[in-house]
């Protein structure tokens, strides 16, 4: 998948939030360099300060860059500050009226009905795609804060997804597993939900394959090490290979690269350095190339745990890239 050139001068100005920020600031960049691979953005849910103002701010910064999706997250019982997704993302949906948005759903931890219902209201709120991220999850004090099983997620999210696209899809449907009888959703999508299914062994690739309209790859997978998984979803089917990256990108690319081996050395997210997107446009460019050249359709970026300045940065940098 080739990238192309481009040209990349971003103006604008936002209200900054990071720890001790009050008054409007102007962020301006100017760059050129490669790009042209299909870029979205995932916004972190977690800040322990002030987070839905934060996400509300990065979203529509990631709009006014020219990210080509948005997407946020779903965790449950949380020892910090987090935004539920389906609340937070009706409000984020403001900042982002014309492009594909949706959000993670933990499906073995939501009632299909439910979740359907939100997915349902979500998506005709919404001019655009809707978009489901899913997986089987994880997280064992999760399950327990619900009394669900960890043992049987699999299989319950085979069944949930099935019950939850024809409930979408306008059906009336009874699920035995579910205790659910009759049950149909009164505001249905527009169109047609498109399904991202994460996965990382091969049974859960097929699965993905089998299921969905693209797999998602996880943040901590390196291109080298995706290259057998992307082969064997492809050769299970599947078409659309995207994977999510943790990013730092600055004009100042060594202050970038120092900034995130600091945060590595503290054991950021478990992650290897080689994992994330670290240093200057070009560099990123150059690691997005790589990326394509392994066989990602997409990436999809959040920013590193960094103060809100130079999360706006990275957004404004990184966002030119994106082919669409």
């Known amino acids: 998948?080739?990238?192309?050139?481009?040209?990349?001068?971003?103006?604008?100005?936002?209200?900054?939030?990071?720890?001790?920020?009050?008054?409007s600031e102007t962020l301006r960049v100017e760059a050129t360099y490669?790009?042209?691979?299909?870029?979205?953005?995932s916004v972190s849910s977690t800040h322990r300060a002030n987070g839905p103002r934060v996400m509300i701010e990065r979203t529509a910064a990631a709009y006014a860059a020219g990210f080509s999706s948005l997407t946020i997250g779903d965790h449950h019982s949380?020892?910090?500050?987090?935004?539920?997704n389906t609340p937070m993302l009706g409000r984020l949906l403001a900042e982002w009226p014309d492009r594909p948005a949706g959000c993670l759903f933990l499906v073995p931890l939501w009632h299909p009905l439910l979740m359907a219902e939100h997915i349902g209201t979500l998506a005709a709120t919404h001019n655009d795609r809707f978009i489901v991220q899913t997986g089987i999850g994880g997280g064992a004090d999760q399950f327990a804060a619900f009394g669900a099983d960890l043992g049987t997620r699999g299989v319950v999210l085979e069944e949930a997804v099935d019950a939850i696209k024809a409930l979408l899809a306008g059906e009336t449907v009874t699920a035995e597993r579910f205790d659910m009888t009759d049950a149909r959703v009164g505001l249905l999508p527009p169109e047609p939900v498109e399904w991202w299914i994460s996965a990382g062994v091969d049974r859960a690739l097929e699965r993905a394959a089998r299921i969905g309209d693209a797999w998602y790859a996880e943040p901590s997978l390196t291109a080298e090490a995706a290259k057998e998984k992307i082969a064997?979803?492809?050769?299970?089917?599947g078409t659309r290979a995207i994977v999510r990256k943790d990013a730092l990108v600055l004009a100042d690319g060594d202050r970038a690269r120092q900034l995130g081996q600091e945060q590595v050395e503290r054991g950021y997210r478990g992650m290897r350095g080689e994992a994330l997107l670290i240093g200057g446009p070009d560099d990123v460019a150059a690691d997005l190339q790589e990326l394509a050249d392994v066989g990602f359709d997409s990436v999809i970026i959040r920013c590193m745990s960094v103060p809100q300045d130079l999360a706006l940065e990275t957004l404004s940098l990184l966002g030119p890239l994106s082919g669409t």
């Open 1 to 23: 998948m080739p990238l192309r050139a481009w040209t990349c001068r971003t103006v604008y100005s936002l209200t900054g939030l990071a720890a001790g920020q009050s008054a």
């Open 34 to 41: 490669s790009c042209g691979m299909d870029l979205g953005v």
């Open 78 to 84: 949380m020892p910090v500050p987090y935004a539920q």
């Open 232 to 237: 064997h979803y492809r050769n299970a089917g």
